[in-house]
């Protein structure tokens, strides 16, 4: 591959299109600054500007990578250093993951399921070993293996001989890409260039993820009667046939040698799974295996792992932890009871992330028995709200279950169910009706008294924006839903004719 044989100007474009979209849902990503100070609100203030000398560079093959920013932060008891870069680098960077990744995509092994395009995904990959395991009646034999530190650990020499393959060594495009496998970063007042890894939480580190395990990926593929699924550094590998597993084993600890990295021992797991019990001799016997944060159980059914129904718990928990002081004003147990309801579904059916992580997980489970023990929780959760007495059984002689669904206590094997039959409508949609919500509330910037010689008010966003701003109302970001505007109802402005 070549530069000019990859780049167009309308991935560039496509590419800012996406960065731009970060801010609808997590808008604390837009706020990050690199080495320039600037987020990403500074750079889309000249956006079409700045994508204009970003396309010049680029086309003229002068572009480089200034350093990134090195943060320690600690994910789910994990130290992790995230890279942030200033927000033209993390562009190009996201236009190199899109246009390589597309341009590998039948390169890559189709059991590999992260970082790619068009079709593949943790969706994909979970509906495909949940068939497998629906289909086989036969014991299966099972290996498990996740990889040490993986990000940190890449071998640069090794990863940039695999790239120097695919990409013409002497080209613009091999340039830019060693800038990113070696790439430089400060921390501490110092600047430092990396000498093994890659840049932890840039798009173009999960392309090199991808590319550094194909070695590993074409190893596994080539055994016969061998089922092989990898997401990201998780691997999951079954067949009903020993020997066949047992050379799967050693093929990934030879190859996995030869990368330089370990297998984390703490993850490793060799099983037999059966409906009816089985042995084999260095598999243990297991009637399910918990992988991507689901169990997989011989009989075809999927469970959520037990970290999984701790996190449906606590969203609600936290939901009602954020409304104990309304609930402590209330004083009758039935209107405790109906608040909590309510304030559950709103957690469960309106908030984006809630309705993101639940439905997601219940579109996986098939088990509704587990489900239920869940919707029991729920129900024991209002009733220790309502009556102040902890969990206990005896609450549902006072409340029963019955009557709380009648108050309209939310169920999950109800709304899994929904989901099944199409019936709930995607994350994106619940935020696009919020934001209509939002939006219809006829709210308006509320006029100061008019004084002599002053102009009249317009009713133009943009004079809007340019009155507060000489009149000192908004905040040095300059945006009107961060400013500081007094804000009221429609029915207090005075009509214009």
């Not at 009903?240 to 093929?251: F, G």
Request: include cysteine; charged fraction near 25%.
């Amino acid at each position: 591959m070549r530069w000019r044989d990859v780049y167009r100007e309308a991935e560039l474009y496509k590419a800012a299109v996406r960065i731009y979209t970060k801010p609808l849902f997590s808008w604390r990503k837009a706020l990050f600054a690199s080495t320039d100070k600037r987020d990403l609100y500074d750079f889309a203030r000249s956006g079409l500007h700045n994508l204009a000398d970003i396309h010049r560079a680029l086309t003229r093959e002068s572009f480089s990578s200034r350093p990134a920013v090195a943060l320690h932060r600690t994910f789910r008891g994990k130290r992790r250093t995230l890279y942030i870069y200033p927000w033209e680098e993390r562009l190009v960077d996201l236009l190199l993951y899109r246009v390589l990744s597309a341009r590998l995509q039948q390169w890559f092994s189709p059991n590999c399921y992260a970082y790619r395009l068009r079709g593949f995904g943790l969706d994909r990959c979970q509906r495909g070993i949940a068939k497998l395991f629906a289909a086989t009646e036969t014991p299966l034999y099972a290996v498990k293996r996740d990889i040490a530190n993986y990000f940190p650990s890449v071998n640069h020499g090794l990863l940039l001989a695999q790239l120097a393959e695919l990409i013409e060594p002497e080209d613009y495009l091999f340039r830019l890409i060693d800038e990113r496998v070696r790439f430089p970063y400060e921390e501490e007042g110092q600047t430092l260039r990396a000498e093994q890894g890659i840049a932890f939480g840039t798009p173009v580190a999960c392309f090199f993820a991808n590319v550094y395990l194909t070695l590993l990926d074409r190893r596994i593929d080539s055994l016969p009667g061998l089922r092989y699924f990898r997401y990201a550094d998780d691997l999951l590998l079954l067949s009903s046939n020993r020997e066949t597993m047992e050379a799967a084993t050693d093929r990934i600890q030879e190859a996995l040698g030869e990368l330089h990295l370990q297998s984390k021992a703490s993850h490793e797991e060799n099983l037999i799974l059966s409906r009816y019990g089985a042995s084999a001799i260095h598999f243990a016997s297991a009637s399910h295996i918990r992988h991507l944060g689901l169990e997989f159980c011989a009989d075809g059914s999927v469970r959520l792992s037990r970290d999984k129904c701790r996190k449906i718990c606590n969203i609600f928990r936290y939901a009602f932890r954020r409304k104990r002081a309304k609930l402590a004003r209330i004083h009758d147990p039935r209107k405790r009871a109906e608040f909590a309801i309510a304030t559950a579904r709103h957690a469960l059916e309106q908030s984006v992330r809630n309705v993101a992580v639940v439905d997601y997980y219940l579109k996986h489970a098939s088990d509704e028995d587990q489900l239920r023990l869940l919707d029991r929780w729920l129900a024991e959760e209002v009733l220790s709200l309502a009556f102040k007495g902890g969990h206990r059984k005896s609450h549902f002689r006072l409340m029963s279950f019955r009557s709380l669904r009648a108050m309209g206590l939310p169920s999950l094997v109800h709304r899994r169910r929904q989901i099944r039959h199409g019936q709930i409508a995607a994350p994106f949609f619940v935020w696009k009706s919020y934001q209509t919500q939002k939006s219809s509330r006829e709210m308006a910037a509320r006029l100061r008294p008019q004084t002599a010689g002053a102009t009249a008010f317009s009713p133009s966003p943009e004079a809007v924006t340019i009155q507060a701003s000489q009149e000192g109302l908004v905040g040095e970001r300059r945006h009107l839903s961060r400013g500081l505007i007094e804000v009221g109802k429609s029915e207090d402005l005075p009509t214009f004719p």
